[in-house]
C-alpha cells in the first residue's frame, strides 16, 4: 500500500499548529488505499468547501466508492484547508494534497470538483491554484490533469467555463467509469488533449464547454451557441434507469472528528413528484424513482455495520412521498431500534406529516420540527405551486405540539413572483396561527409555552425552473418587506430572522450568468474572495469591484425580466425538462393555477419523451 | 450475564497520532460495534458503551503501548478480540493484545518515551547538565512552575533521546515540556520533534499490565 513519505514528513512538522490536524491527514476507517504500481488511473474527488462540510456530503461517498471498487482505478478525497492551514502550505511550498496517498494533486489524470451551490466558485479556483494548477483552462495543455465538474450547479455551468475542461450533467454513476477508461486508452495511446476531450464530448452527459461558441445580441443576451463537431448541438442530461439496482456504498470513510453530519445515509428516492416553481432540484432530478423497500432496509444494515455509526438518515427530496414510507418505517426501526440505531428523517412534507410517521421520528429523538410553507397566503403558495394548505400546517403543529415539542420553525421566501403586502402579513397570520393551535391542546402542559422561528431567505431564481424568467426583488424591495413583517408581528412568541441579501443576490447572478460571468469570478478570487458560502469571509465590496472592473451588471443577470423568447444561456443543454413546459408552467404561476403532482397527472413535463416512456411508470 | 474486564494495549502511531483523545473514544467506540463483540453499555437514562482508556496521549505524539479497558458480556478468547478489533480500527491504530487486567490505572507511576529531535547534541547535553529545569506546567487549576531536573527518572542521549518521566492521574510530565525548555535555553526552534511513548510503568518498576 503506497503513501507518500516525503509529504507526511513534511506535515509532520507544522501539523499540530493549525486546528483539528486530523481532517489534514486523512487515514480514517473506511478510506481506500492501493499500491501505486497497480493503478492506471487516479482521481481527485475534490469537495470546494471544509473538510467538515464535504466529508457530509453523499455524492461523493457514491462517487468514491464505486470508482475504487474498479482494481487499477483510484480515487482519493480533497478539500480546502482553512486560512490557518492553507497559510502554512503556502509558506512552506507544499501544494494541495489528497487524503489517502498524500501525493500532490497536480500529478493526478482527473480533478474533479462536486459543484453544489454558487457560492463555492472561488474555492474552486483556490483549490486549483493552492495544487499549482493553473486555473485557467486554455493555459492546461498537457493531457492530464483534467479538470472537470459535477453536481447540480452544472445544469448552467457556463460562469465556469474559462476554468473547466469538462462537465458531466446528470448522475455520475455511469459517466465517471467511462470518463476513467477513455483516460485509460488515451493514455496508453499517447493521446492528446485535444483528442481526449473529442471522445468525451461523443459521451452521452458530458459537456465540453471550448467545443461550443457563444455569440450576443447588442442588448447583452446571449445570441446563438453553435457546437463544434462532433460535440452534439444539445448535451443530454445522464439518468440512470434501473434505480433500484444502482451502486450504494457499503462502507464510509468515517471521520475522527465530528463533522456536519456523522452518521450514515442510505438514499431512498431521486427526483421529485411534486415541481414545486422554485425548486430547481425539483425538477433538474426528475423523472421520480425510488428504491424497493427492502433494498433500503439491506443497504442500511450493511452500512450500519460496516462504519459502525449510531445513526441513520434517509436521503430524498421528499422523503414522506415514498409509496410504501408507513412500511419502510416500521422495517428501518425494527432493525434501528434493536441495535441501537437513531433513525433521522429530513425532508418531510407537512401534509404527508402522519401521526403514524410522527411516533416513529419521536421515538428516537425531540428535536426542533422545522416546517416549509414558503408563503403566507394560500393565494401565493398556489403561485409557486407549494400544494400545501394552511390546514396541513396547522395539523402537523397539532400533532408536533400533542408530542411534546414546545417550538416550531417556519422557513419562507421573501420576493416570490407576483408577492403582495397582504402575503407577507400572511407570514405572520401563519405563525400566529401556530402559536393559537398549541393553547387550543386541552392536555398541554401548564407552564409551557410555544415559540415560533420564522425564518425568511430571499427568493433566488435558478435555471431549469419555471421561475427562471423572473427578476430576483430588488435590496430595496427585500429590506422593505423585511421592515414590513418585523412591523405586523407583534408576538413575543414568534422570532424572525433573515438570510444576507448580498449573498443571496450573488447567488442569483451565478446561476443565471453566461460566460462573460467568469471574468468577474477570476477577478473576484484574484481580489482576495474564498469560502463565498462562510459569513466570516464573505466580501461583497471585492465582488461589486470586479464586477464593475469587468464591465458587467450584476442586475442584469439577477433582476432583469427575461422573456419567453430570449436565448438562455444553458439552452445547449437538456435537463430532460421541456423548455415549453417551463414556459407553461410560468404563465399558469401568474394565473395563480396549480399543477397536479406526478402521482395525480402527468403533466407532460417532457421527461417521457426524453427517456423513452419509462417516467413515472409505478406512480400510477 | 457475565461481565468481563477486558483490558487492550494497542499502538497509535503515524496518522492516527492526530486523532485527538475525545476522538479516540468515539473512534473505538465504532470500531467495538463494527466488530461486533458483545460488550457491556452504561446502565440508566441514556447508555454509553463503557471504554476507559488508562493514560491520555498528548495529540501528535505516538505510542506503542497504550492501554484501555471495556468489559465483554461474553467470554471471549483474547486472540479473538484483537483480531475483530483489528479489523474494525484505522490502519494506524493496532491491538497489540488483549488481556485481563492484572493493574489499576492507579498503578501508573511512570512512562517512557523515544524521542527523535533535530537539534544540537552538544548543546542539548549542557542543557540536561543545568542544576535546574524549569518549566511552565499547564493545568486545568493554572501555570505552576516545576523543576524538572529531579522528576527525570532516566535519560539516555544517543541518535535518539531516551527520556523516563512521572506519569498518571496524580502527576503526569510531558517530554514536550524539556523541549520547550531546550528552545528557551539554547534560542534554537526545534523544527521537527517526534515523540513516542514506549512504555508504561506500575510502581515496582514493572510493565503496567
Same mark, same amino acid.
Given at each position: ?9 513534511? +506535515? ?42 464535504? !466529508? ?6 457514491? /462517487? ?62 483556490? !483549490? ?14 498537457? /493531457? ?8 447540480? #450547479? &452544472? ?30 486508452? #488515451? ?41 463544434? $463537431? ?41 427526483? #421529485? ?55 419502510? /418505517?416500521?422495517? +428501518?426501526?425494527? %432493525? ?33 420540527? *422545522? ?21 396541513? &400546517?396547522?395539523?402537523?403543529?397539532? =400533532? ?10 417556519? %422557513? ?18 401563519? $405563525? ?97 474572495? &474564498? ?90 | ?22 476522538? +479516540? ?56 478480540? *484483537? ?68 522528576? =527525570? ?28 525548555? %531546550? ?27
Amino acid at each position: 500500500m503506497y503513501r507518500n513519505d516525503e509529504m507526511m514528513k513534511k +506535515l509532520d512538522e507544522f501539523l499540530l499548529d493549525v486546528q483539528k490536524p486530523s481532517r489534514y491527514i486523512g487515514g480514517e476507517s473506511g478510506s481506500v488505499f492501493k499500491d501505486k504500481e497497480d493503478v492506471d488511473v487516479r482521481f481527485a474527488f475534490c469537495f470546494p468547501d471544509t473538510y467538515e462540510i464535504g !466529508m457530509s456530503h453523499l455524492g461523493m461517498k457514491i /462517487l468514491y466508492g464505486l470508482k475504487n471498487r474498479v482494481p487499477n482505478y483510484w480515487c482519493e478525497r480533497v478539500f480546502m484547508p482553512l486560512p490557518d492551514m492553507e497559510q502554512k502550505m503556502r509558506e512552506r511550498n507544499i501544494p494541495l494534497y489528497a487524503l489517502e496517498s498524500l501525493d500532490p494533486i497536480k500529478d493526478f489524470d482527473f480533478i474533479g470538483f462536486t459543484i453544489q451551490y454558487e457560492l463555492c466558485y472561488t474555492t474552486i479556483l483556490e !483549490m486549483l491554484d493552492l495544487a499549482g494548477v493553473p486555473v485557467l483552462a486554455s493555459e492546461r495543455t498537457a /493531457l492530464t490533469p483534467i479538470i472537470m465538474g459535477g453536481g447540480p #450547479c &452544472v445544469c448552467n455551468a457556463e460562469p465556469l467555463c474559462d476554468f473547466f475542461d469538462l462537465f458531466a450533467i446528470g448522475e455520475g454513476e455511469e459517466m465517471n467509469l467511462e470518463l476513467m477508461r477513455l483516460m485509460e486508452e #488515451c493514455k496508453k495511446n499517447g493521446s492528446t488533449k485535444a483528442e481526449f476531450l473529442e471522445k468525451a464530448a461523443q459521451i452521452e452527459g458530458i459537456y465540453v464547454p471550448s467545443m461550443y461558441d457563444v455569440s450576443y445580441n447588442e442588448d447583452g443576451t446571449v445570441q446563438k451557441i453553435t457546437a463544434k $463537431a462532433p460535440a452534439p448541438e444539445q448535451v443530454k442530461k445522464r439518468v440512470i434507469k434501473d434505480f433500484d439496482s444502482v451502486y450504494s456504498p457499503e462502507n464510509f470513510v468515517v471521520p475522527f472528528t465530528d463533522i456536519v453530519h456523522n452518521r450514515a445515509v442510505v438514499e431512498v428516492l431521486r427526483g #421529485c413528484i411534486r415541481g414545486c416553481r422554485f425548486c430547481q432540484a425539483g425538477f433538474i432530478y426528475r423523472p421520480f424513482r425510488e428504491k424497493k423497500t427492502n433494498t433500503v432496509l439491506e443497504q442500511t444494515k450493511t452500512l450500519c455495520e460496516n462504519t459502525g455509526y449510531d445513526e441513520v438518515s434517509l436521503s430524498s427530496l421528499s422523503t414522506s412521498d415514498f409509496s410504501d414510507i408507513e412500511g419502510l /418505517l416500521e422495517t +428501518l426501526t425494527a %432493525y434501528t431500534s434493536k441495535n441501537r440505531i437513531n433513525l433521522s428523517l429530513p425532508s418531510l412534507r407537512v401534509d404527508r406529516f402522519s401521526e403514524k410517521i410522527f411516533e416513529e421520528i419521536s421515538a428516537v429523538r425531540k428535536s426542533g420540527l *422545522t416546517f416549509a410553507p414558503e408563503a403566507g397566503t394560500q393565494r401565493l403558495r398556489d403561485v409557486i405551486n407549494k400544494n400545501i394548505k394552511e390546514s396541513d &400546517v396547522l395539523s402537523s403543529a397539532k =400533532i408536533a405540539f400533542e408530542g411534546g415539542y414546545t417550538s416550531i420553525k417556519l %422557513y419562507f421566501m421573501l420576493g416570490l413572483p407576483t408577492e403582495t403586502d397582504d402575503d407577507i402579513r400572511g407570514i405572520y397570520a401563519l $405563525a400566529k396561527a401556530v402559536i393559537d393551535e398549541f393553547y387550543q391542546n386541552p392536555n398541554r402542559k401548564k407552564g409551557k409555552s410555544p415559540s415560533v422561528s420564522i425564518s425568511l431567505s430571499t427568493f433566488i431564481p435558478k435555471p431549469f425552473t419555471p421561475f427562471e424568467f423572473e427578476p430576483q426583488a430588488s435590496e430595496a424591495e427585500i429590506k422593505r418587506k423585511q421592515k414590513l413583517i418585523t412591523e405586523v408581528c407583534i408576538d413575543k412568541k414568534i422570532n424572525i430572522s433573515w438570510s444576507k441579501y448580498d449573498v443571496s443576490l450573488l447567488e442569483a447572478v451565478l446561476a443565471r450568468g453566461d460566460r462573460r460571468v467568469g471574468k468577474a469570478i477570476y477577478l473576484a478570487w484574484k481580489k482576495g474572495c &474564498v469560502l463565498d458560502g462562510w459569513d466570516e469571509y464573505f466580501d461583497f465590496d471585492k465582488w461589486k469591484q470586479a464586477f464593475a472592473e469587468c464591465g458587467l451588471s450584476m442586475e442584469f443577470y439577477a433582476n432583469r425580466q427575461r422573456s419567453y423568447e430570449e436565448t438562455a444561456p444553458w439552452s445547449h443543454i437538456n435537463m430532460l425538462v421541456s423548455r415549453e413546459f417551463f414556459v407553461e408552467e410560468n404563465k399558469r404561476a401568474h394565473a395563480g393555477v396549480t399543477t397536479p403532482n406526478c402521482r395525480e397527472k402527468c403533466s407532460n413535463c417532457g421527461v417521457i419523451g426524453n427517456i423513452g416512456g419509462e417516467c413515472c411508470k409505478n406512480l400510477r | 450475564m457475565p461481565n468481563v474486564n477486558t483490558r487492550v494495549f494497542f499502538s497509535k502511531t503515524d496518522r492516527a497520532k492526530y486523532i485527538s483523545h475525545l476522538d +479516540l473514544y468515539r473512534v473505538f467506540q465504532r470500531a467495538i460495534i463494527k466488530s461486533k463483540l458483545p460488550v457491556w453499555y452504561t446502565e440508566g437514562f441514556n447508555p454509553h458503551l463503557y471504554i476507559q482508556f488508562m493514560l491520555p496521549l498528548s495529540l501528535g505524539q505516538e505510542g506503542l503501548r497504550e492501554a484501555a479497558d471495556f468489559r465483554l458480556t461474553e467470554e471471549i478468547s483474547p486472540d479473538e478480540v *484483537t483480531e475483530r478489533l483489528n479489523a474494525a480500527l484505522p490502519l494506524d491504530l493496532r491491538i497489540i493484545e488483549t488481556a485481563v487486567p492484572v493493574m489499576k490505572n492507579t498503578d501508573i507511576v511512570e512512562a517512557e518515551y523515544e524521542i527523535e529531535a533535530e537539534l544540537s547534541r552538544e548543546k542539548f547535553v549542557e542543557f540536561v547538565q543545568s542544576e535546574k529545569i524549569l518549566v511552565e506546567k499547564r493545568t486545568k487549576k493554572g501555570v505552576s512552575e516545576i523543576d524538572l531536573k529531579p522528576n =527525570i527518572k532516566k535519560l539516555e542521549i544517543g541518535d535518539k533521546i531516551t527520556i523516563r518521566l512521572p506519569a498518571g492521574n496524580e502527576f503526569n510530565l510531558n517530554p514536550a515540556l524539556l523541549f520547550e525548555a %531546550y528552545e528557551k535555553f539554547s534560542g534554537e526552534k526545534i523544527p521537527r520533534l517526534k515523540i513516542t511513548r514506549t512504555r508504561i510503568f506500575a510502581g515496582n518498576g514493572e510493565d503496567f499490565r
